[in-house]
């Protein structure tokens, strides 16, 4: 079980090369093994969507995800969002402009949904951006404004 | 000190206090940017995992760890056996009782999940698996569950906190019209996203702790206590913090830990407390029940107000839920009487969360006002403002600023309250009952002294360096306009550092009272540092203005100009390099005036110092008033929450963008505490078996309409040095009481347990 794999993660169109325990986490190999830190653990357990990367351009709960069975994929996280020139993708601009967070621990992965929200055709009206956000927890209760940023952002993109 | 003019709500273009400039540290915590604690780039990190106990009480009989240490990996197991030679500390309040030994691990267990072990290896896997091979036999002793547990009987009443003007009892017995009726509310918890935690490194007999803190001058000083270091040997970093609600203000036993483990291994270590570990790692609000009775003339004329209320505490340390913080201040009443008893149960020792006290304590005299109206007759808005407090009536002070009448009347008209009809039951849409209902809040303002340093740096910049920390309040964001505005300079011409207690001294961010605190520091400071500026550039050798003749300059925009602009205009960098200065240093605090230095320290590092609402002449709160409107499937019982106006008085508000954001936020959690939150215990075991966020239920993006937030403050200087009432607090005040009487508009049913779950309303 403890033995450490070889894997080569593509995270953000690079390569990275680690060493873990099989039983290693997508996330904790993210945060702890290569200090991509931008993706949250709010919870460890598939219940507060802070974690949320796109895999294969599919959002997924990192922390529900072994770092082995993303090996091969093509992995997304926060950090890689914005353009490489440093131009903030329109979800991002949309939270900023509408303080669509406080503490900004859970905005990572509001984002990442968001994002994931648009291009899935689910941010029609309001009240489809809450259902299909509401995988997403915000204890700061930011969730008006990010209705509002996500309503704009789609309309942007 | 010079005052600022206070400014009326600017306009997002302009960075001025008041205005709606976007939160300055918002680009880093959109872009992955923001490094919180735990995420700090520490080398050679060994990772801690603690080992909760499996009873509600009792003793530990044995621990055998032979299994865990073999395990691959492990470093080092703690047990209550180890032997870790700390003191006890000093309390919030910094009174320490003589050397005594502290223990962060004990054999005694008092609440289900208490930690009784840490184990320390290489990676987390490693040390969560040998945590699970740590054995423990227990001795089990009897459980008290809760407050209404028949064996609760280690009862204790605070005569000190009693409340008495008039004769309550007699007014109340003499009353026309009476209400009687008992609240509770349950366990609640505070669930920030980011999870509790730190990183301790030793260097020598230098302590360094990355940790999540709503004051970071606090812990260091509590951690120093506890490791009997000097004051100045240890820092707490904590440049984000991922909400804290009250949870992150103080160090945790698991901090000891941590630490203790970091010195022997002589390696930093890192505790991160995991979801579940944090509903008994520390405690969450307290359950809590009251008694009301509210006397009355049979026009609606208040007579009296009785409120007997208890909660529940932990069997080894006093925490009081004051169910009677909010009642004698919300109404105009001649005789009033109140109690408190604390109730002993086997529960992790409860902790502050969002206005504590003030916030059960207005579910329970919101929702009895509203039960009053129904039994005269009245309108809930009409006999609120038929027994308006044109004055404290329990310190016999005026207030400073009272808009609550304002608040009531803007509130009520843009939710469209006249057109309510008041029968319960009687708007209907279908099957779905509509209710409507109001619940007022209030919160005090507490007042303590900061400092802040200003820096004008080579480059021209302007650094304004505070302990202080923001956990999503604004604070980077207020500091810098509020130095920007006083400095005469562009806002983004300002950098903020905060979070370490190295840095100036600030008081704790709680009680609603950094804000206030911070920027009266800051804006002194920026005032001074705009004095010297002006002073150099009119005597220093090399500065263009010492031929002008002029007796005083202006700084605007961040240039230095004669004050009728007709002369040089200067920046700061060039400014600098003319008068051959590399930069320039400002510290000023607003300490009381002849505060010796070497007190200074006991400010920012203990509440002991605090001014509370009524410490000057007047009485000094912030108010809210929430209206509420839901919608109740009549065959399912399911109650929605469909549209929220509330309006505040918070005095005049630094940054309303972020102010609405924190109202907001509070209304939210409000949302939740009446429909959802509720800490499930075992009657067993006393365990929390909701102890994670798929079971304990907090509003999702879902569960929450749009919410209108209205100011109606004015700035109010007996409040603060820019006329700023406390905000974060306040907006919970009152959500619950507004929902539950919406609820009762609805269905003709009264519910006076929180939350209003459907098996109560079916
Ligand atoms: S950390 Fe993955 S869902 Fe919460
Ligand atoms: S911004 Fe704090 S949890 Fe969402």
Not at chain 2, 280 to 297: D, E, F, H, N, P
Request: charge should be negative; hydrophobic fraction near 40%; glycine fraction near 10%.
């Amino acid at each position: 079980m403890t033995d450490p794999i070889s894997l080569n993660l593509k995270i953000n169109g690079q390569s990275h090369a680690l060493d873990v325990e099989p039983r290693v986490t997508l996330l904790d190999a993210l945060r702890e093994h290569l200090h991509l830190t931008g993706t949250k653990k709010g919870c460890d357990q598939g219940q507060c969507g802070a974690c949320t990367v796109f895999v294969d351009g599919r959002r997924v709960l990192s922390c529900l995800t072994l770092a082995a069975q993303a090996e091969g994929a093509e992995i997304t996280t926060i950090e890689g969002l914005a353009g490489a020139d440093g131009a903030l993708h329109p979800v991002q601009e949309a939270f900023l402009e509408h303080d669509a967070f406080q503490c900004g621990y859970c905005t990572p992965g509001q984002i990442m949904s968001a994002v994931a929200c648009i291009k899935e055709g689910h941010a029609g009206s309001e009240a489809e951006i809450r259902e299909y956000m509401s995988g997403n927890l915000c204890r700061c209760g930011a969730y008006n404004s990010i209705v509002a940023a996500v309503r704009q952002a789609a309309e942007a993109v | 000190m010079t005052l600022m003019e206070p400014r009326k709500h600017g306009s997002a273009s302009d960075s001025a206090v008041g205005s709606r400039l976007s939160r300055l540290d918002g680009r880093l915590k959109i872009t992955g940017g923001a490094t919180y604690a735990l995420e700090q780039p520490v080398e050679n990190v060994a990772h801690a995992v603690l080992v909760p106990a499996t009873i509600g009480a009792g003793r530990v009989v044995s621990i055998d760890t032979s299994a865990a240490e073999a395990s691959p990996g492990v470093r080092l197991v703690i047990t209550p056996q180890t032997e870790m030679g700390l003191l006890v500390s000093g309390d919030w309040g910094g009174n320490r009782p003589e050397i005594v030994p502290y223990h962060p691990l004990s054999l005694d267990v008092t609440y289900n999940g208490q930690a009784i072990a840490a184990v320390i290896a290489e990676t987390i896997e490693q040390a969560a698996e040998a945590a699970r091979l740590v054995k423990v036999e227990y001795e089990e002793g009897a459980v008290v569950v809760d407050l209404f547990d028949p064996k609760a009987n280690n009862r204790k009443s605070l005569d000190q906190m009693a409340v008495k003007w008039g004769d309550a009892e007699a007014a109340f017995a003499g009353a026309a019209v009476q209400v009687e009726a008992e609240y509770r509310t349950p366990r609640e918890y505070h669930v920030p996203i980011e999870p509790h935690g730190l990183i301790a490194e030793w260097s020598g007999d230098q302590l360094t702790v990355w940790e999540p803190s709503q004051w970071t001058h606090g812990m260091a000083r509590m951690y120093s206590e506890w490791f009997d270091l000097p004051l100045e040997n240890v820092r707490v970093i904590s440049p984000f913090i991922g909400g804290g609600f009250g949870s992150k203000g103080a160090p945790y036993f698991y901090g000891a830990v941590a630490i203790f483990a970091a010195k022997v291994l002589q390696r930093p270590v890192k505790l991160a407390v995991t979801r579940s570990q944090g509903f008994t790692a520390y405690g969450g609000r307290a359950s809590t029940q009251q008694t009301l009775k509210l006397g009355a003339s049979e026009d609606g004329k208040l007579q009296a107000i009785i409120v007997d209320g208890a909660n529940e505490t932990s069997t080894y340390a006093d925490f009081t839920e004051q169910t009677e913080a909010a009642t004698p201040l919300m109404y105009a009443v001649e005789n009033f009487r109140s109690s408190h008893t604390l109730v002993k149960t086997n529960t992790v020792t409860p902790g502050a969360l969002r206005a504590p006290g003030k916030n059960p304590s207005a579910f329970g005299i919101e929702s009895a006002m509203d039960e009053l109206a129904y039994k005269l007759g009245m309108d809930p808005l009409e006999l609120r403002l038929k027994n308006y407090a044109d004055h404290d009536y329990q310190s016999g002070k005026p207030w400073s600023s009272r808009r609550l009448r304002e608040a009531l009347e803007t509130g009520a008209e843009r939710f469209g309250w006249s057109r309510r009809s008041h029968a319960p039951r009687s708007m209907k849409e279908g099957r779905t009952l509509i209710g409507w209902g109001i619940g007022c809040g209030t919160f005090p303002n507490l007042r303590n002294s900061a400092e802040a340093l200003i820096r004008i740096l080579p480059n021209g910049r302007v650094e304004v360096e505070s302990g202080s920390i923001d956990m999503g309040q604004g604070t980077y964001t207020i500091v810098a306009q509020t130095a920007a505005d006083a400095l005469g300079v562009p806002v983004d011409l300002v950098d903020v550092k905060l979070g370490d207690s190295l840095w100036a001294g600030a008081p704790v961010a709680g009680g609603s009272m950094l804000a206030s605190s911070i920027t009266g520091a800051v804006h002194k400071a920026a005032v001074a540092a705009r004095e010297e500026l002006i002073a150099l550039a009119l005597t220093e050798e090399g500065s263009p203005f010492r031929e002008t003749g002029a007796n005083t300059l202006s700084i605007e925009n961040g240039r230095i100009t004669t004050s009728i602009g007709d002369g040089p205009a200067l920046d700061f960098a060039t400014f600098l390099r003319q008068v051959r200065r590399e930069s320039l240093e400002v510290r000023r605090d607003t300490l009381p005036e002849g505060t010796k230095p070497a007190d200074a320290n006991k400010f920012w590092t203990t509440m002991a110092n605090v001014q509370g609402p009524t410490a000057t002449d007047f009485s000094v709160h912030s108010w809210g008033a929430h209206f509420v409107e839901v919608k109740v499937d009549e065959d399912f019982g399911t109650v929605r929450v469909s549209r929220i106006v509330s309006a505040f008085d918070c005095g005049l508000i630094y940054n309303p963008k972020l102010a609405e954001s924190q109202w907001r936020g509070g209304i939210i959690m409000g949302i939740g505490q009446a429909l959802l939150e509720e800490g499930l215990i075992d009657p067993r075991n006393g365990r929390v078996i909701n102890n994670n966020l798929g079971d304990y239920l907090v509003p999702t993006n879902a569960d929450v309409p749009h919410i209108e937030v209205i100011s109606v403050g004015e700035p109010d200087l007996e409040a603060s040095v820019l006329g700023g009432k406390g905000v974060g607090e306040v907006g919970i005040v009152g959500v619950a009481p507004a929902i539950a009487n919406a609820v009762f508009h609805a269905t003709g049913k009264r519910i006076r347990d929180l939350p209003l779950t459907l098996d109560k309303i079916l």
